[in-house]
């Protein structure tokens, strides 16, 4: 099982490399909560179902009925990767462990998938290091800022929003 | 950081310009020794891309010669200019033999015979390619750009690792050799080369596009090693052969990207461009497959002869003022936020935010991000896009190589006034939710 995994053991395993100042030898922590990697916010699906409980609900993140898994291979699968300048974030988990979609409902627009993990996952990036994903679904979603343009007129955080915004790539 | 005055000079010994178009693969060459092939033709293919050797004039005007005999036109006569922008001038000079070419549509009501040649010439590339291509994926898929279709992940890997780990060759060289090559030459180097073009003469880059107002056409040259290169790898490196008539057409395209820049075929007459007399570049962070973007601090990061080029930060087109003196007021003006972020970083944020006089609203500690904190700050109202919203200036989880963690500006609405409420925004959050991250790395 891939599990309390130090970078060097990931990298080792996954045959993924990381930028060499990062501390190697430190296990990584796994999580069933949020976390951050960058641009990149692994969030517990369950969190986003029915995520504002006053007054009016948002419609909720879900995933299609359409959607397709994919078998996360051991060479991994690639979640996200900026066009210029940007290393990729890569989900690694043991074979038969962990599913991908990127079928998913996400009124935000920001969901990039899901995954579906029996076994602990990893996600791992060039210049951030190892997160571990304990046994659950999550969904991956990437990160936003305003354009500089329009004036923002809505009301935050309901799902029909107006801000213009451009997706944020480190 | 580093930076390229001409292939041999390049301080990364995988630069030097090996002539390998002796090197034979044996006949039961394996799929490591192939990509290792592969490997060693693309670093030939980005150098020459990005030479700034003087135009091999001679072999240059054969090869225009012959492209044009293939689009069924005689050899023209040349006209040669020390950089695109004098290239352009001269077209623009001798419109006469460059009539506007417009819409697609307007094209496919006239017989190809009766084309401008550049459209003529467009379609013999075009053509070319497509064949190239449907041979190609008989043998393997072509393209494929979604993750998971099979070269998803090559990119993270090694190219020899990515085969030893059971990755199929033929995914490999696509992304090692066809992706690399482009991304590095078209998307790095061409696209602010046009955009400097467009600035340069006073319009935006569609003047060397067909397009609804009528253009003309430039062909790139040296950095068509794009696609002419990737297609000589597949071959040399034992992916697969063309037809012969193929390979001739593929000849000539490939000896003009070796021997000049860029080149805008008229009626009886081409211009020609000599390439840059300077590229500097960089590595991209974490790539396995050599791939570059133009990157110089202290003056244009891509230069020619008569002083045109483009001045690139770390991959981003920036106007001179953000290399030359970025002053707050001129970050204020500024509409393009990644043009925004170079400047600032150019000048440290802490100097930005201080000379700025951008108050405070808000500070706390970052969820997940143990001794970060979070702050929002307000611009001065009524000024600059500042005005228009709230900037959150966040702290990276990991450390950079020197130890040190960057900081950088979010811009988050205007009607946020919690920090973990602004972040929690950048991703779509509640403040309540985002207050529980566990962990950002």
Known sequence: ?170 | MSAARGPGEHPDDTFQYATSRSVRLPRDASPVEKIRLAVTLRNEWLAVGLSTEPADRPAAEAAVGRLYELAGARPPAFEWAVSPLAALRAVQAARSRYPAIRSPRRLVSRRTGQWPLAARLAVLESGLRSRLDARIRRAAVAWPTMPGDGTGTVSIYDPEDAVLSGISDRSVVVVTAGQSLRGTLTGAVVAPLRAALGQAIGRDASEDQPGPAGGVIAFRGQQDAAWVGYYDIRRRAGFGGYASADLCELDAWAALARSAGWWWPGEGLCVMAERPAAVHTEPLAGSHHGELRLHHADGPAISFADGFGANVVHGTPVPGWVLSGPTVDLIRAEPNIEVRRSAIERLGWDAYLRDAGMTLVASCPDPGNPGAELRLYDDLPGKGWGALGRVLVVTNGTPEPGGHRRRYGINVPRDLDNPVAAAAWTYGLTGELYATLQRRT
């Open chain 1, 1 to 170: 099982m891939l599990t309390t995994l130090t970078l060097a053991d990931l990298a080792a395993r996954t045959g993924l490399d990381v930028l060499g100042h990062l501390e190697r030898e430190v296990t990584i922590p796994v999580t069933n909560g949020i976390q951050a990697q960058g641009d990149l916010l692994v969030i517990p699906i369950a969190l986003l179902a029915t995520e504002a409980s006053d007054g009016w609900a948002p419609p909720g993140v879900s995933i299609a009925d359409s959607a397709r898994w994919h078998p996360v291979p051991a060479a991994g699968i690639e979640v996200l990767r900026a066009g210029t300048g940007g290393n990729p974030h890569t989900l690694v988990a043991d074979p038969g462990t962990c599913r991908w979609t990127t079928g998913v409902n996400d009124p935000e627009t920001l969901a990039l998938g899901a995954l579906t993990t029996t076994g602990t996952a990893y996600l791992i990036h060039p210049e951030h290091g190892g997160s571990g994903i304990a046994p659950g679904t999550y969904v991956i979603r990437r990160q936003r800022e305003r354009s500089g343009t329009t004036p923002r007129t809505g009301s935050f955080p309901h799902a029909t929003n107006p801000v213009q915004y451009e997706y944020i790539v480190d």
